[in-house]
């Protein structure tokens, strides 16, 4: 059986900047061919970042990743790469945008793969299955794909599909067997979903059963907006073996000899399967077969949930701050557990110097939250200030009357003006600290704590803001470090303090109580019948759905926020703010 040796190359592309993701191309390509490598893989969407989403409509932007995909080509060639085949996802199109009048049924933009060698691109794959669920809108912007492309590499036949190809059976795996290919090429820009690494494994062996072939799935890792890429490249065997496996949220070059069966049927153009045709290539020319020992990848075992969540917010906060150019964030430091968890999540993002943490005490502030504020500060390292905010509020007060809840807010909203102005005046982006309970039951303060630029913590819920909590404090102690986040903050009951004694749970459900029932409603899309049927308090359930619904125009209005759930706010759960549907007991 001949052998390939395989590179996938799990890297960090940025949206828009094509001339960059070129020459990452062409760096990880040089590493490839210095480890002896056959056929390269990058991920979906490689030369113009994923997802672009309206970019699409740009024929500009279209023309431009046309252009750099040829001379990306040439330029492999000139670097003295160009016997070395290289798959590459791009923006291609072969008709005006879907959405002009001068739309042609069947053309349009393509999601489109390149097979790169000597020179020029010598095959083109557009992707099959079009994603319109979730965060995906390809319907939207793409036309679909009816020809499965098949490359004989090194005496193989070498089929590329591109990431929803594999998430749905049928279409290029079924036209993968019928072809009779040794290898199917999976190119991806697969978003992160917690335990998604759990879901990706067996669905990567159903299709390798599919097309009775060996699958080399590559994905992208990185931040772009609210979605966050992870990796977790891997081979899969026809018959489901795992060979190897790349780390999470790293940039990797993962290398694997596969044994592959070698290829028999004669070349040729062909209806096969699900209405695809087959289009067949042969390169002249491949690198020549590995000698010496075989190269493993190896074996990397997909971490525990609350690291992978650490991991997933840690990306996602550095590449939108880094890929945004700011040079350093800014927050508020109440002393409470959310704050103390972004902090700690942007000094490992950042670094301490590029994180301001700002105490911003007001008469109801306790003592022991401005020393768990002061605390984290000395823990982390980050530059610490303190501003009171009495006397602006008093100077509010002196000229207004307000009482209760208006005065509440204007605290909030007299910190955002401050941390607002820090950025203005130095640059900073502006981090918000609320999490996914508060958001989805409306407890922030519009143009107050919900002031910032990115909310790391937008699609977590509370329970899962004390496990990262504890989970980073016993990273931290396993490795000899200090422990960034205050017991303090840990343990103490959760408060806004913007009154005397005032606790969320005067106003809120426990968060025990209160997050089962928002994943139900909110990731679950339960009613009230099933909320109810689960177990929970009917009363309780139908204050909780209230003040979810009445908050969606806050929601709105939100900082973008890394996503983590199966439906994060914002790209994933889309409601009308004006709606009269009420889940009423």
Known sequence: MPTLRLALSQVNPSVGDLAGNADLVRSWTRQAADAGAQLVLFPEMMLTGYPVEDLVFRRSFVAASQAAVERLAADLAADGLGDLPVVVGYLDADGPPQVSGDAEPGRGARNAAALLHRGTVVARYFKHHLPNYGVFDEDRYFVSGDQLTVVRIGGVDVALTICEDLWQAGGPFAAARQAGVGLVVNINGSPYELNKDDIRLPLVRRRAAEAGAAIAYVNMIGGQDELVFEGDSM???ADGELLTRAPQFVEHLLVHDVELPAATTAPGSRNVADGMRVAHHTLD??????SGPAVSGGLIEPVADEAEVWHALVLGL??????NRFASVVLGLSGGIDSAVVAALAVDALGPDRVVGVSLPSQHSSEHSREDAADLAKRTGLDYRVEPIQPMVDAFLANLSLSGIAVENLQARVRGVILMALSNQEGHLVLTTGNKSELAVGYSTLYGDSVGGFNPIKDVWKTLVWRLAKWRNADAARRGETAPI???????????????GQLDSDSLPDYDVLDPILIGYVDGDLGRDGLVESGHDPAVVDKVLRLVDTAEYKRRQSAP?????????GRDRRLPITNRWRENG
């Open 235 to 237: 081979i899969v065997t």
């Open 285 to 290: 020319v491949t690198p020549p077969a590995p």
């Open 318 to 323: 550095r590449d939108y701050v880094n890929k």
């Open 486 to 500: 205050p017991e303090n903050s840990i343990g103490k009951p959760p408060s806004a303090e913007l009154s005397p």
């Open 561 to 569: 926020g890394t996503k983590i759930s199966m439906k994060a706010f």
